[in-house]
């Protein structure tokens, strides 16, 4: 479970949609988990999980980071 | 408001920023400011050096508006969308560096990612030469970024440390509104604090407060639809993702439409305004800008958007460039119209090899 969890808070662009395309690749299909915690980097990790086919849902944490489930 | 801000964060967004730039900067030419520099974040933060006095060129001296509504237009945007998010502790120190060599590589040129494509919608076909430069950077970057070089993550900050760079602006305009003097040396010249041009490129400017206008209103489309000249050519190579490009095409479409209409497009490589015709180092110094630029994560308005956003790392970033703009005069590494500085070869070497260093080194385990 742990291999489909990417913690991408904090990162500067593009590091967030780079490591989640990675993840994605490695995952082929499933679940992917990602977490980042400007909305820059959430809009860019959606558009990347839809370019490559991928759904996401996106929910706010309470401290205020963004938790998106990306499934295929 | 939530339909501009769905509008402004969908594929539109770019497009509608790069429009907006393509047709204000022309106007502000036409207004007063320098050819082809409707808006340039190095030139005019160079400007902003020399008006504080970090460098004694007399005709690059005057704060520019723009830059400072850069900063507060992202600021209103991210205050009235809840993104105000002051944040900071990614390798600040390397950041300021990556400023001031961006700024050195941008110098050579004589001109940042944004006025290499408003110099090219002006027809300054040595533009080309820049542009090209700023994707062998940028691709140089994405090979680093493939590597695994990262800056690191930031961490959330206490509210007052996004509020500096805000702050930091609204001294800016205060210094241009009183532009303090405190006297006159036995020459007779000014001898500051603050010094403004009285011939040259930073004497020609739009009314200040239109200019400030321009600035604020293209900050908060920005902040909104996360425009970034730099991103734009990574994105589309590293990621397949057009978003952020689409802007850059819209921007130099209506850059040059606007041009035609004002009688401001002048097609050719000579005689070109604030422009030198070396292409070797128009390519150079492009590319040292594209690197630092991309190893940074992003163009340098996208760091004062980002400063405006609570972002401390950027704003050091721009600290950096207005740093490196000081050092970039005083040490004769500033192209001018006649060509390259004298060191400035020598200082596009030196910025790559230390960039180079950067990429190689910092990487994540």
Known sequence: ?72 | MSSIRRFLASRWGPIVTGIAVGVLAPVLVSLGNPGNMGVCVACFSRDIAGALGLHRVPVVQYIRPEIIGFVLGSLVAALVFREFRPRTGSSPLLRFLLGMFAMIGALVFLGCPWRAYLRLGGGDWNAVFGILGLAAGIGAGIVFLRMGFSLGRNYPAPAALGWVMPVLMVGLLVLLLAAPQFGRDADGHPTGPIFFSAKGPGSQHAPWLIALGVGVFVGFLAQRSRFCTVGALRDLVLLRDAHLFNGILALIVAAFLMNLVLGQFKPGFEAQPVAHANTLWNFGGMALAGLAFTLAGGCPGRQLFLAGEGDGDAGIFALGMIVGAGFAHNFSLASSPAGPGAFGLAAVLVGLAICVIMGLTMREK
Do not use: H
């Open chain 1, 1 to 72: 479970m742990n291999e489909n969890l990417v913690d991408a808070r904090g990162r500067s662009c593009p590091e967030p949609a780079m490591m989640t395309r990675k993840a994605l690749m490695n995952a082929g299909k499933g679940v992917v988990i990602v977490l980042v915690d400007s909305v820059t980097s959430r809009d860019n990790v959606a558009r990347t999980a839809s370019l490559a086919g991928w759904q996401s849902a996106i929910e706010q944490q309470a401290d205020g980071s963004y938790r998106l489930t990306l499934t295929k």
